[in-house]
């Protein structure tokens, strides 16, 4: 399978999901298993904006840092950036935090409300520059059509 056809079989399975099911919680805690093992990444999961910090949500994967600051990291600067950010190499970023030493390459997409970042999705890799145009597309497409409290309303 191509990854667009895997990330094709995702977003029929997140629709499914997210039709069934409108506690934000539960949704990002099975979204992120699906992300995970359909796409065979190292670490999956979420962040939730909790005053002035990010605080772990729902994950797939080894444990992980629970609080991140607004602007540290790639979490942290993705927030305070307010857009989706692609790191090939995780040694090569200033002040990437590192939860675990295996992890090379990472994508981080935040989640919007009203032009706000209130969640984040988090995706580590073991190999480096796992992540790229397909990814942030397909990603961007279920954060937006299934995680954004908008998206939510309207189901
Ligand atoms: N590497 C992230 C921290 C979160 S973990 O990867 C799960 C960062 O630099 O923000």
Known sequence: ?????????LLAQVKAFADAENDEIAL????????????????????RVVGQ?????????????TRIKFGRGV??????????IIVDDV?????HIA??????SEIVVPIFSDGNVIAELDIDSEKLSTFDKIDKNYLEKITMLYLSPKSMVLR
């Open 91 to 95: 040694e090569q970023f200033p002040g």
């Open 28 to 47: 990002m805690a099975n979204v992120a298993a699906l992300i995970h093992e359909t796409m065979g990444f190292w670490w999956t999961g979420f962040y």
């Open 99 to 104: 939860c675990s030493s295996a992890s090379k």
């Open 1 to 9: 399978m191509t990854k667009e056809e895997k990330y094709e079989n």
């Open 75 to 84: 979490c942290g600067t993705a927030w305070k950036e307010k857009r989706t």
């Open 53 to 65: 910090e990010l605080v772990l949500g729902p994950f797939q994967g080894p444990v992980a840092c």
